[in-house]
């Protein structure tokens, strides 16, 4: 994966994070020992601003805590004891029930825009993405771009072009980003009772909204999730057999995380009899189905089409659809 950028922070401020927050120098982080309430609000912010979900919680979040009960704890340690009350209630229970019983906030910073949407296609779970229409993208971090860079790729013959082609994209983006702003401020009045934030703060998004289509899919994003035992271990055993590299380091690091917080519910991930043969599976499928489809229709040129085609519809679907709105209200068997 991409050479990640640790944040640093203050003895003191360490001293805050590991109460809540399952490690401080990796990209993957849980949440923990906060109110359901402040994990919604920090997640909720954090898709408006370019800061990490560390310091972000220092810097708008701990004022307005109490924290005096928090102070002998570490959540970094993990939950032995909490595991040993799950294994009991498995062997009674069931897995599947009880895992979609615990929740995760669960944070995947500097991901490429590929990761992003690896993570957020599957079970049905909660996201929320940094925001290119809030969010400038053209600042650095540890002095270079937030974009994605492969190994294989940087180390390769086309490293240095990739690298290069990359930083010329986000220099033109950011160069539109001024462009469009002072555009869009000569053009667009301001209201009547708009403040002078307000205003600033409107047209800017108006112009990160269509300067955004610039940015390429190598772009470093954060990403907030918010998923049960079950959905996570869904989303692992997929992001497994994943071919992106990236994928496949990210699960590690969020199994690696999720476990100090919901152990026993993705005991069975790893498990090469249970989660590993299903992510071989899965990965058997991928790629058996690509030589399919490439055997059969690698050859096929492809006909010139419009860019938006009806292929399909259902002639009756309104009257199907009124039905149904009806038929629960209705006795009817």
């Not at 109460?19 to 990209?27: G, I, M, Q, S, V």
């Not at 800061?51 to 959540?75: N, P, Y």
């Not at 490429?112 to 690896?118: A, D, E, F, G, R």
Request: charged share 25%; net charge negative.
């Amino acid at each position: 994966m991409s050479v990640y950028v640790p944040e640093q922070f203050t003895p003191d401020e360490a001293a805050v994070l590991r109460r809540y927050f399952t490690n401080l120098d990796l990209p993957v982080f849980a949440l923990v020992n906060l109110p359901e309430v402040v994990k919604g609000a920090l997640f909720a912010r954090y898709s408006r601003t370019a800061k990490s979900l560390r310091r972000l919680f220092l810097d708008e979040f701990v004022g307005d805590l109490d924290l005096a009960g928090d102070e002998t704890v570490d959540a970094t340690v993990g939950v032995s004891r909490a595991e040993e009350l799950y294994e009991r209630i498995f062997v009674e229970y069931g897995d599947d029930s009880v895992a979609q019983l615990g929740g995760v906030h669960l944070a995947c910073e500097q991901a490429s825009n590929v990761l992003t949407k690896i993570l957020e296609w599957g079970r049905l779970m909660s996201y929320l993405e940094q925001s290119t229409r809030y969010i400038s993208y053209d600042a650095r971090l540890g002095g270079r771009y937030r974009y994605y860079r492969d190994p294989e790729v940087c180390s390769g013959p086309l490293g240095t072009r990739y690298v290069g082609d990359m930083d010329r994209m986000f220099d033109t983006y950011s160069e539109l980003v001024d462009k469009v702003t002072n555009h869009v401020r000569a053009t667009v009045p301001r209201g009547a009772n708009d403040s002078d934030f307000i205003y600033r703060q409107a047209t800017r998004a108006k112009a990160l909204d269509a300067v955004r289509g610039v940015l390429p899919a190598a772009s470093l994003s954060n990403v907030g999730i918010y998923g049960t035992g079950q959905g996570y271990e869904a989303l692992l055993l997929r992001m497994r057999a994943h071919p992106l590299p990236e994928a496949r380091a990210y699960a590690d690091m969020m199994l690696s995380e999720l476990r100090k917080v919901i152990p026993t519910f993705l005991r069975r991930v790893d498990m090469p009899e249970r989660g590993g043969r299903w992510s071989q599976y899965l990965a058997d499928n991928a790629s058996n189905t690509g030589d399919l489809v490439d055997e059969y229709f690698g050859i096929v040129e492809p006909e010139p089409a419009a860019e938006v085609t009806l292929v399909d519809f259902d002639p009756d679907g309104e009257d199907k659809l009124l039905a149904a709105i009806c038929y629960s209200s209705s006795h009817l068997p």
